[in-house]
């Protein structure tokens, strides 16, 4: 929808320069690491996608099995470990769904 009215104002040549530009801005962040496991390695994982990704370290008393998952903002989950991860298959996972490579 956000991306919508700002082509139709773009096209019809009726936008402000760089109205375009806002349009990643507006997005992030794009989805939530729940991490019950409280991993180093995705809390750094995380800091890279800072504008991008909210990092939830938590502690949950059922967590079916379950360490970590990426939430994407529509409830979608993209990702899930059963195990302590060392963020190799999150990794992956980011690639797919977030537009931008990681700060370094």
Request: charged share 25%.
């Amino acid at each position: 929808m956000n991306l919508g009215w700002k082509l139709a104002l773009t096209i019809r040549d009726d936008a402000d320069p760089g109205l375009m530009d806002s349009y990643q801005r507006d997005r992030w962040p794009v989805a939530d690491l729940l991490d019950r496991s409280r991993s180093d390695s995705l809390r750094k994982l995380a800091d890279c996608y800072q504008d991008q990704l909210s990092y939830i370290g938590c502690n949950t008393k059922e967590c079916l099995g379950l360490y970590a998952l990426l939430i994407r903002l529509d409830g979608f989950i993209a990702w899930a470990s059963d195990n302590s991860s060392d963020g190799s298959e999150a990794i992956h996972a980011l690639s797919k769904w977030l537009v931008v490579s990681p700060k370094q």
